[in-house]
């Protein structure tokens, strides 16, 4: 099969009307493309889903006219349109006329509903085009190389909002109750980021940066909570003009809040729409972890505006750096808007969330070849996002931060308006940096996995080596070009060293030998490091030394080689104590993730012995944190505070934490204010923790009526902390009968197979309703429902999900399923591995 469009006739310009009915949820749609035919053709093929064309011509500017038949191929997405004369090379306008549905599974032209204060429903029509969904609301060249200019029209009710990608030139009443709303001019830009929302949204007064106005949309009762947003919105704005060097490619710009929606925002040009949680917040009742997730995604979407959209990639192969890119242009804009957050700091955690893929023998090079588009869904991972992230920061810190900007200007301005391909990029910054920069990415970016590196004395210097980092034995062996950095204390003084890492050893002279060392310094390399025993004991002495995301990586990299077997998990057990007193909040996350990998692992006669360890290890850091928060200590502590309060309350089992936090959850519902925002997740957890049916049925309540999206999503994953399996199974229930949004209800399957006390219900949940949730769920949702197998750690759940997904012949696309089983194989293997010296390892621990 063919799976691009042919290119004898392309686009220039399209002008749609389009008129949704929100009640009957239809829409019908009137289309003039100007086209360009190349040679003579008797037909037209182009991209057409789930559409019903009533009618097609071709006009040339001399008047001839000639009609058209319609042939859809619903298999392949296309309409072919054919003439019974050939069509003439030169300039023609191809005149569409068609029908559709508004569709409720968040892609296309789709429509998304809420309720208001008094139960009354509404219903929003929006669009979700990403990545090939712009043929279900228009017949289009759906490729992203095909870009033109977009004159949009929306036919809509008075008294509703309707939003594009541009501004507003009239709003015309027709007299019938509707109005028609014309928008400006799109600049030239592919079909994936054309947008149409309608509906009963209101909007901020805009803010002006530059000569841009931004303004925030949502739902009316939420408007309160567009402030944030809109502050990190024009930001961010401001930044990336400055850093790119080059003014906001549209008219202006809208954030819009979609009550339902598949993915975490769109960046369709100057109309950017997001799920409620990515852009609504209230500023005094959020934790930090809910504003900086806002933060994350406006500056992200905002990247892309210039990354993504003014320059695109030229098929969908190109996705990876469209969004690793934009993800590592939203950390330096949250770091520059808020240095306090440590947000290069806290992407240790994202960073060491991708290695965990990336260490698997099922993992796949950062870009890979797409042929069919829908082989492009797959790219959305923590490979593309976060991964490619990481080894563009790898790269920014090698050549030098304003020699990346630059290349990154040149890059721009050379294909401003066109499309590329990474290889573009690559070309733009070696010319800016002087060096050829394939050299060093292509191992990164062309080949899966990534490296650990060896780390061993030699006389008074260093000797390293790399081979390919995995879980599992067997994997195929790798090599790259690593920049290392290594801080080196010697003497008493501080000695780095910037070198490249290449194939086989290298020797490390230093002037003496080190009382420690660490390497990847400043942890912004992509790999992991393995300290020779002498080596890493020194540096466990010297903790206090050490900056935090050097902790981080040390104690990140020692779990990882305890999953892979390369260090016994009674020695990582050991080498916690060392930590106890650590007031890091990344440190904390990888601590308490490797306690409750091992809870998932132990038998359930083994969780007292664990809850004590638990128990050991957090409380000193507690206490030194205490329990309310200090006007002297950083952001990342108050966030520790309330994440070290949630895990010896919950699997740590400590009874007078426990009582403390549902005293605190009481006062909590007297008084907002009494409890810090930071903390309250941690006392929601416990409450469920600890609860029985009278604590579920307020849970239940406060999600139906919550005050903000943040509220709801707290109190709805709250539904899935419950022990009893009555309350599971109601929760369960939830996600299939309406109750829970579509675009949540798959998350929340995830974590109920995945938790300790709801894996085996869910499971067998899972098994009885997976057809229907795989017509009802977004399908970029149901995918990473699944993950929650991972969790299933048993051989004889393990042999289950093969035998299921066996005999189903479920599809998740890419590598999605085997990453999926392989993680349960490495979890599996562990436990048979490990089991016996922990059972005597835990059963020892002093309660
Ligand atoms: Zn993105």
């Known amino acids: 099969m063919e799976f691009r469009l042919p290119a004898t006739v392309v686009p220039n310009r399209y002008d749609l009307r389009l008129e949704p009915d929100l009640d009957a949820a239809t829409f019908r749609g009137e289309?003039?493309?100007?086209?360009?035919?190349?040679?003579?053709?008797?037909?037209?093929?182009?991209?057409?889903?789930?559409?019903?064309?009533?009618s097609v011509a071709v006009e040339r500017g001399d008047g001839t006219v000639v009609h058209g038949s319609v042939a859809l191929d619903a298999d392949a997405e296309r309409a072919r349109f054919l003439f019974p004369s050939p069509i003439d090379p030169g300039p023609w306008r191809l005149r569409l006329v068609f029908t559709g549905v508004l569709n409720d599974r968040l892609h296309g032209f789709y429509r998304s509903t809420y309720k208001d204060d008094a139960g009354v429903s509404h219903t929003v029509a929006a669009t979700q085009f990403e990545s090939t969904d712009a043929r279900r609301g228009f017949p289009c060249w759906d490729e992203p190389a095909f870009k033109a200019a977009f004159g949009v029209t929306l036919v809509v009710p008075e008294g509703l909002a309707?939003?594009?990608?541009?501004?507003?030139?009239?709003?015309?009443?027709?007299?019938?109750?509707?109005?028609?709303?014309?928008?400006?001019?799109?600049?030239?830009?592919?079909?994936?980021?054309?947008?149409?929302?309608?509906?009963?949204?209101?909007?901020?007064?805009?803010?002006?940066?530059?000569?841009?106005?931004?303004?925030?949309?949502?739902?009316?009762?939420?408007?309160?909570?567009?402030?944030?947003?809109?502050?990190?919105g024009a930001f961010s704005l401001d930044f990336f003009e400055r850093y790119y060097g080059l003014p906001y490619p549209g008219d202006k710009l809208d954030l819009l809040a979609i009550p339902d929606f598949a993915a975490g925002a769109m960046e369709n040009l100057g109309a950017i729409t997001f799920r409620e949680t990515a852009l609504l917040v209230d500023e005094a009742a959020a934790?930090?972890?809910?504003?900086?997730?806002?933060?994350?995604?406006?500056?992200?979407?905002?990247?892309?505006?210039?990354?993504?959209?003014?320059?695109?990639?030229?098929?969908?192969?190109?996705?990876?750096?469209?969004?690793?890119?934009?993800?590592f242009m939203e950390l330096l804009a949250v770091d520059a808007w808020k240095p306090e957050w440590s947000r290069w700091v806290t992407f240790g955690i994202s960073r060491a969330a991708a290695m965990g893929v990336d260490g698997l023998e099922n993992t796949r090079p950062i870009e890979f070849e797409v042929r069919a588009p829908r082989d492009c869904e797959a790219m959305f991972d923590l490979l593309t996002y976060e991964k490619g992230a990481s080894v563009?920061?790898?790269?920014?810190?090698?050549?030098?931060?304003?020699?990346?900007?630059?290349?990154?200007?040149?890059?721009?301005?050379?294909?401003?308006?066109?499309?590329?391909?990474t290889s573009d990029l690559w070309k733009a910054l070696g010319d800016a940096a002087g060096q050829p920069i394939p050299e060093i990415m292509d191992g990164w970016i062309f080949h899966p996995g990534y490296p650990v590196v060896s780390v061993e004395p030699d006389g008074s210097g260093l000797k390293l080596s790399q081979r390919r980092f995995t879980y599992l034995e067997g994997a195929p062996a790798g090599q790259w070009r690593v920049p290392v950095l290594l801080r080196a204390s010697v003497k008493k003084g501080i000695v780095e060293k910037r070198l490249l890492l290449e194939a086989g050893e290298r020797t490390v002279p230093l002037p003496a030998a080190p009382d420690w060392v660490v390497v990847n310094a400043g942890g912004d390399g992509c790999y992991r490091v393995r300290y020779a025993a002498p080596l890493l004991k020194k540096l466990l002495g010297a903790l206090g030394r050490l900056e935090p995301i050097d902790r981080f990586n040390l104690v990140s990299d020692c779990f990882a080689l305890t999953q892979s077997g390369a260090m016994p998990a009674t020695d990582y057990l050991d080498l916690t104590t060392r930590f106890s007193t650590d007031t890091d909040r990344n440190v904390w996350t990888v601590l308490a993730g490797s306690f409750a990998f091992l809870a998932r692992v132990i038998t359930p006669e083994l969780?007292?012995?664990?809850?004590?360890?638990?128990?050991?290890?957090?409380?000193?850091?507690?206490?030194?944190?205490?329990?309310?928060?200090?006007?002297?200590?950083?952001?990342?502590?108050?966030?520790?505070?309330?994440?070290?309060?949630?895990?010896?309350?919950?699997?740590?089992?400590?009874?007078?934490?426990?009582?403390?936090?549902?005293?605190?959850?009481?006062?909590?519902?007297?008084?907002?204010?009494?409890?810090?925002?930071?903390?309250?997740?941690?006392?929601?957890a416990i409450v469920a923790w600890t609860g029985g049916e009278e604590e579920y049925a307020g849970f239940l309540d406060r999600f139906k009526h919550a005050r903000t999206p943040q509220e709801e999503q707290r109190y709805l994953y709250a539904l899935a902390g419950?022990?009893?399996?009555?309350?599971?199974?109601?929760?369960?229930?939830?996600?299939?009968?309406?109750?829970?949004?579509?675009?949540?209800a798959p998350f929340l399957v995830r974590t109920l197979l995945s938790s300790l006390y709801g894996r085996g219900l869910a499971w067998d949940f899972v098994k009885q309703h997976w057809e229907t949730m795989a017509r009802q769920y977004p399908g970029s949702a149901y995918r990473r429902m699944w993950e929650g197998v991972t969790g299933l750690v048993s051989a004889e759940w393990e042999r289950d999900v093969h035998a299921f997904f066996d005999s189903t012949q479920i599809v998740l696309g890419g590598k999605t399923l085997a990453q999926y089983f392989e993680q349960l194989r490495v979890a599996v293997s562990f436990q048979e591995r490990e089991a016996t010296a922990l059972a005597t390892y835990l059963s020892r621990i002093k309660r």
């Not at 289309?31 to 019903?52: K, M």
Request: net charge negative; charged share 25%; with cysteine.
């Open 31 to 54: 289309e003039v493309v100007q086209i360009t035919v190349a040679e003579p053709v008797t037909e037209i093929v182009l991209n057409a889903a789930e559409l019903v064309i009533e």
């Open 162 to 232: 309707a939003v594009s990608n541009a501004l507003i030139t009239s709003e015309t009443p027709t007299g019938t109750g509707k109005k028609v709303v014309t928008f400006a001019d799109t600049i030239r830009m592919s079909t994936y980021l054309v947008a149409f929302v309608v509906g009963e949204l209101e909007a901020t007064d805009p803010v002006m940066v530059g000569n841009t106005p931004l303004r925030v949309w949502c739902v009316p009762a939420k408007k309160r909570l567009a402030r944030f947003a809109s502050d990190v």
């Open 287 to 327: 934790s930090h972890v809910e504003l900086q997730r806002v933060a994350d995604v406006v500056a992200h979407e905002l990247a892309h505006m210039w990354f993504g959209d003014l320059v695109t990639m030229a098929w969908w192969n190109g996705i990876w750096l469209n969004e690793a890119f934009a993800t």
């Open 392 to 421: 563009l920061r790898m790269l920014e810190q090698h050549l030098g931060a304003d020699v990346f900007r630059d290349g990154v200007r040149l890059y721009l301005e050379r294909h401003r308006f066109g499309n590329a391909e």
């Open 607 to 684: 969780r007292r012995g664990l809850a004590s360890l638990i128990r050991h290890r957090a409380g000193s850091s507690m206490e030194r944190l205490g329990w309310e928060p200090q006007p002297d200590e950083s952001e990342l502590q108050r966030q520790l505070r309330g994440d070290l309060i949630r895990l010896i309350g919950t699997l740590g089992e400590d009874g007078a934490m426990q009582e403390r936090a549902r005293d605190a959850y009481t006062r909590y519902r007297d008084n907002d204010m009494a409890v810090d925002p930071n903390v309250l997740p941690a006392l929601i």
């Open 722 to 744: 419950f022990r009893q399996p009555e309350l599971l199974a109601r929760t369960l229930e939830l996600t299939m009968n309406g109750e829970v949004r579509s675009q949540d």
